[in-house]
């Protein structure tokens, strides 16, 4: 994923994608799906990458229009994925699905990226996917600015 009027790089991994265009194909979209997104920043090839995403946990809430992270079981799998890294891997934004062929943020959810960039301890940007019916696109913020990236495997 890369924007041409920036420089912010990433790169997502192979099962991460596929696990999100399965997801696209399969699911009915009749409430909205969502978790965090993880990875890490690789200073030898000056971009992001993104290895893991988390699931709808029991505790979250999930409506037609509506996805609410509230379980505590992804910090816990945030955790393990960072002890089994060796510290590398961290939390790098959050996902979610939209019922439209080519999503597009709400109000609400610019104005939550926000807040989380600007609560994220560790980077200075956050990312944030949306899974649309047809289309996968993705975002990043620093807490103020919102840039879409291009989404590429």
């Known amino acids: 994923m890369q ?12 099962e991460v994608y596929k696990a999100l265009y399965s997801f696209q194909s399969t699911n009915s979209f009749s409430v909205e ?9 690789d200073a030898t090839e000056k971009n992001y990458v993104i290895t893991d995403i988390t699931w709808p946990q029991k505790e979250d809430v999930q ?15 945030m955790d393990d994925l960072w002890e089994k890294s060796g510290r590398i891997k961290s ?7 939209h019922r439209e062929k080519h999503p597009t943020p709400s109000w609400i959810d610019k104005n939550g990226w926000r807040k989380k960039a600007k609560e ?19 975002w990043y913020t620093n807490g103020k600015n919102i840039t879409m990236i291009n989404f590429n495997e």
Not at 3 to 14: F, L, P
Not at 33 to 41: A, D, K, L, N, Q
């Open 33 to 41: 799906y969502g978790g965090i997104i993880v990875g890490y920043y």
């Open 63 to 77: 409506a037609k229009f509506r996805f609410v992270r509230k379980d505590h079981a992804h910090q816990s799998i």
């Open 120 to 138: 994220q301890p560790n980077y200075d940007i956050s990312f944030f996917i949306i899974v649309g019916t047809e289309e996968i696109r993705c």
């Open 3 to 14: 924007n041409e009027a920036s420089t912010i790089k990433v790169k997502i991994s192979s």
């Open 91 to 97: 939390y790098l934004g959050e996902w979610h699905s």
